[in-house]
């Protein structure tokens, strides 16, 4: 049995390195493919290919669940060929010229993001197969505070490379980044009865279930809002304040320490108190973060409220993950989870693209005020899902 500093640090390590490159593609990527005489309709298509892997993860978690792939595990090995896949490409990338090679450029960033994908969703099921119950919250807050981690990193020390005009660096920092969970994953041992675990297509019965179909409503109205309100923070406080780009680069760092902060401190109290006593706090917190945005009206209170807003943000994010966490069927842990982490995906897409088109028509304040009175909705499914969940007992500390 492995100690939990060991636990701990393999799964913080794993989701800071997709957080390195999930923060290249969000923020640095458009700016590499328009520096190499690219346009922005180029920029969309690439993007738009480049993240079907992550629809796909959903047959990834049901390979790793049904596979043990060379009797090495039904985790470790697919997480060494995710590893693998991306170290690779971005080593290969910076040899290819977006300009004159775009679809070999889509190509690599298509199989880059199939080995993120991979290792993303494996190492969800190995946290599933390794986690006792007791701890669910803390691992949670551990990954979605090592992803955060990931992109303050990119965005402070990355950003620097990209503005020399660095960027094969960019890219082999990045290769570089994506070794650092190797060592832990190596000496990591899956469980025994994962090995014994037989395959059940049955399990997926569970999705048929109120309280199942509940979390997933959750996981889609908390992404929807939360995504959508990050999306347009930085322009709305352009458009009030006047803040410059490097004003803006700060924003997002500061944001990013609040996401860390809201994971964290999220995660230890469903360790000291269980989901039910801090479900309803959370939603609160959320739904005033956003509405602080609205209050700011000087740059001595942009720090204030974006931290406040990324503290909700981790604090969401670590939660429904926690959640979904708990509510998996064993036997298909990793299928099952991929398919809520789906449900969340498509909540951001769709809350994204709405908050676009209120602007459009409202404005950012009516837009923003919209969002979060959404969070409000959250308050009945909660109260519906704990009323059909099994009973929630004070987790006490192993």
């Known amino acids: 049995m492995h100690s939990r500093a060991f636990r701990y640090t393999m799964f913080g390590l794993l989701y800071f390195v997709q957080g390195t490159v999930l923060g290249y593609f969000v923020s640095l990527n458009a700016l590499y493919l328009l520096d190499h005489g690219l346009t922005m309709e180029n920029v969309g298509i690439f993007s738009m290919i480049a993240l079907l892997p992550f629809v796909l993860k959903i047959f990834m978690g049901l390979l790793s669940d049904k596979v043990n792939l060379f009797g090495m595990g039904h985790r470790k090995p697919y997480i060494f060929i995710g590893l693998f896949i991306q170290t690779l490409c971005l080593v290969i990338v910076p040899f290819v010229d977006p300009a004159k090679s775009y679809w070999g450029f889509v190509f690599v960033a298509f199989m880059l993001q199939t080995g993120m994908a991979l290792y993303d969703t494996c190492t969800d099921g190995l946290a599933i197969d390794t986690t006792p119950v007791e701890e669910e919250g803390i691992i949670q807050g551990f990954m979605v505070g090592g992803r955060a981690l990931g992109t303050i990193l990119l965005a402070s020390v990355v950003g620097i490379l990209a503005n020399q005009g660095l960027w094969q660096y960019v890219f082999w920092l990045l290769a570089l980044l994506t070794l650092l969970p190797v060592p832990f994953v190596m000496k990591m041992s899956e469980p025994k009865d994962v090995e014994q675990r037989e395959f059940q297509w ?136 991929s398919i809520f982490m789906a449900i969340s995906n498509v909540g951001q897409g769709v809350g994204m693209a709405v908050i676009g088109m209120l602007i459009v028509r409202l404005d950012y304040s009516p837009s923003l005020l919209i969002f979060a009175g959404l969070n409000l909705l959250l308050i009945p499914l909660a109260m519906q899902f704990l009323l059909r969940k099994k009973p929630d007992v004070k987790l006490q500390p192993a």
């Not at 959508?228 to 410059?244: A, K, R």
């Not at 917190?285 to 945005?293: D, E």
């Not at 939660?319 to 708990?326: D, E, K, L, S, T």
């Open 202 to 337: 049955s399990a997926f019965g569970h999705f048929k279930q109120g309280r199942i179909i509940l979390l997933s409503g959750i996981g889609f109205l908390i992404f929807f809002i939360i995504a959508g309100v990050n999306q347009v923070m930085n322009p709305f406080l352009t458009q009030t304040l006047d803040i410059s780009l490097q004003t803006a680069g700060n924003v997002a760092s500061v944001w990013g320490i609040g996401v860390v902060a809201g994971a964290m401190l999220t995660g230890w109290l469903i360790k000291k108190v269980g989901f039910n006593r801090i479900l309803f706090s959370v939603i609160v917190i959320g739904a005033f973060s956003v509405v602080g945005l609205l209050l700011i009206s000087s740059m001595s209170t942009i720090w204030l409220f974006v931290i406040l807003f990324g503290y909700s943000y981790g604090a969401y994010q670590t939660i429904y993950y926690a959640m979904a966490m708990n509510n998996v069927e064993r036997s298909v842990a990793a299928t099952m989870y």
